[in-house]
Nanobody, 124 residues
Framework: QVQLVESGGGLVQAGGSLRLSCAASGRTFSNYAMGWFRQAPGKEREFVAA????????AYADSVKDRFVISRGNAKNTVYLQMNVLKPEDTAVYYC?????????????????WGQGTQVTVSS
């Protein structure tokens, strides 16, 4: 089992920045690829970003590419999502997830463990 706890969400004006953190406990964090997803009201949960467990390769949704950066600190058992130039359409609950099988999946069904989410609200 892996427990994931997100933090860092909040209210920010358009154009601002936020840094989300996801702290993992339980099994060895470095064994998992990690991802961030988000879910806006009335919409499906969608992929945001992912990072491999090994070489730190990353993948991003087109909507956040060049604005968001995913990183991980294996020594701290934490994955981060730096969000810059935020837009109102980025408003959602953001979830981190851990994947035991796939290195860089964009599919939520591939992820085995999920956090409870943190709310991000971007005002115009």
């Amino acid at each position: 089992q892996v427990q994931l706890v997100e933090s860092g969400g909040g209210l920010v004006q358009a154009g601002g920045s936020l840094r989300l953190s996801c702290a993992a406990s339980g099994r060895t964090f470095s064994n998992y690829a990690m991802g961030w997803f988000r879910q806006a009201p009335g919409k499906e949960r969608e992929f945001v970003a992912a990072i491999t467990r090994g070489d730190g390769s990353t993948a991003y949704a087109d909507s956040v590419k060049d604005r968001f950066v995913i990183s991980r600190g294996n020594a701290k058992n934490t994955v981060y999502l730096q969000m810059n130039v935020l837009k109102p359409e980025d408003t959602a609950v953001y979830y981190c997830a851990a994947d035991t099988n796939y290195p860089l999946s964009r599919y939520r069904s591939d992820y085995d463990y999920w956090g409870q989410g943190t709310q991000v609200t971007v005002s115009s």
